[in-house]
């Protein structure tokens, strides 16, 4: 398992890929494979953990991205042999060192940073093994082995009832991101905003959002962690992703829906499946369209929407997608296959 070295798995905050990486780690290591995570040292896995560099290049400014990030890829494939599969959960990078391997790597393309790096997939894809993280996020140039949705554990979740009152934004603080948007909406809508994350944009946050934060109707509360983060989601009425991109997949949103907090997000990229207007949310296409479905929220039964959510981006049914897709990749019987032969015999 080849995870980011931006952050440690899994993340003290931010940290999407990380967080990922370590879910399905996690849940082979339960399932009895033999599982080495290559991460940074201060990670945690009940598996194998191999590292180069002692911590994430985001948090700690003494590690070389590009070095730390050369060295952790090398690792991995200098180690090629002892492996069935690698899961590639780092990014485009691994890929120039796969056709030096005989052990079949499967990418997870976390979506497209730019258009730029679109050339690097397209040179690899005979030999590629490509997952999506959502139908929407499919490049047209490449070939994929499966889209995969993002699994979380939902019982890192509570069940909340939204009775904090306010609507939430929770995510990079970054004009894809439409922080700003988030805060007139909630404006229109006669609601305080509570703004969480990491500001990835430092002039937008001063431009856009700092003005609005008044510690009443507007609240910056920093990057949060798994407690806080929980805490948040069950006690908002909605949250408002309101991106001004075509989201590759969303985990926040995911997230906040295992809650039981309804959606409001705009119909761009991965919302489409993730949201289910009326059960889980609404899709919009405008501020005053998501001023009427913040109000529309209101009707939203939060156990349905939390029970939709947990069967659909539980991490176990993550795991159950790869294990079968690493299965077919090494040529090896699926779980499923093996328990239906042993109930046969």
């Known amino acids: 398992m080849l995870?980011?070295?931006?952050?440690?798995?899994?993340?003290?905050?931010?940290?999407?890929?990380?967080?990922?990486?370590?879910?399905?780690?996690?849940?082979?290591?339960?399932?009895?494979?033999?599982?080495?995570?290559?991460?940074?040292?201060?990670?945690?896995?009940?598996?194998?953990?191999h590292a180069e560099a002692p911590a994430g290049y985001e948090e700690d400014p003494?590690?070389?991205?590009?070095?730390?990030?050369?060295?952790?890829?090398?690792?991995?494939?200098?180690?090629?042999?002892?492996?069935?599969?690698?899961?590639?959960?780092?990014?485009?990078?691994?890929?120039?060192?796969?056709r030096l391997t005989s052990t079949p790597v499967v990418t997870t393309i976390h979506g497209f940073s730019s258009e730029r790096i679109v050339p690097v997939y397209r040179a690899y894809d005979d030999v590629a093994h490509?997952?999506?993280?959502?139908?929407?996020?499919?490049?047209?140039?490449?070939?994929?082995?499966?889209?995969i949705h993002h699994g979380i554990d939902v019982d890192a979740f509570t069940p909340g009832a939204g009775d904090g009152g306010y609507l939430l934004f929770l995510g990079r603080i970054h004009p894809d991101k439409g922080t700003a948007t988030a805060i007139e909406v909630a404006r229109r809508a006669g609601l305080p905003l509570v703004v969480a994350?990491?500001?990835?944009?430092?002039?937008?946050?001063?431009?856009?959002?700092?003005?609005?934060?008044?510690?009443?109707?507007?609240?910056?509360?920093?990057?949060?962690?798994?407690?806080?983060?929980?805490?948040l989601l069950g006690g908002a009425r909605a949250l408002?992703?309101?991106v001004d991109f075509d989201e590759p997949f969303g985990l926040s949103v995911a997230e906040a829906l295992v809650t039981g907090t309804p959606v409001v997000a705009y119909a761009r990229g991965s919302m489409a499946e993730l949201v289910r207007p009326g059960v889980s949310?609404?899709?919009?296409?405008?501020?005053?369209g998501a001023v009427e479905a913040v109000a529309a929220t209101a009707g939203v039964d939060r156990a349905a929407c939390r029970a939709d959510a947990v069967?659909?981006?539980?991490?176990?049914?993550?795991?159950?997608?790869?294990?079968?897709?690493?299965a077919r990749v090494a040529g090896a019987p699926s779980p499923a296959s093996i328990a239906?032969?042993?109930?046969t015999a």
């Open 340 to 343: 239906s032969r042993s109930r």
């Open 197 to 231: 994350g990491v500001v990835h944009d430092a002039a937008y946050h001063r431009r856009e959002v700092l003005p609005h934060v008044d510690g009443d109707r507007v609240r910056y509360v920093g990057p949060v962690g798994p407690a806080e983060r929980d805490r």
């Open 130 to 147: 490509y997952v999506a993280i959502s139908d929407a996020d499919r490049h047209p140039d490449l070939t994929y082995a499966a889209t």
């Open 62 to 98: 003494t590690v070389d991205a590009k070095v730390a990030e050369a060295l952790h890829i090398a690792a991995v494939f200098e180690r090629a042999d002892r492996f069935d599969v690698i899961s590639n959960q780092f990014d485009f990078l691994p890929l120039v060192f796969s």
């Open 3 to 49: 995870a980011s070295i931006a952050h440690r798995v899994p993340p003290r905050g931010y940290g999407p890929w990380e967080q990922v990486a370590s879910t399905l780690a996690e849940g082979l290591v339960a399932r009895g494979h033999d599982v080495t995570l290559f991460a940074t040292a201060d990670s945690t896995t009940s598996g194998r953990l």
């Open 281 to 288: 949310g609404f899709l919009v296409a405008d501020v005053p």
């Open 240 to 242: 408002l992703h309101l």
């Open 311 to 326: 069967a659909r981006f539980g991490a176990d049914r993550m795991v159950d997608d790869y294990e079968r897709l690493f």
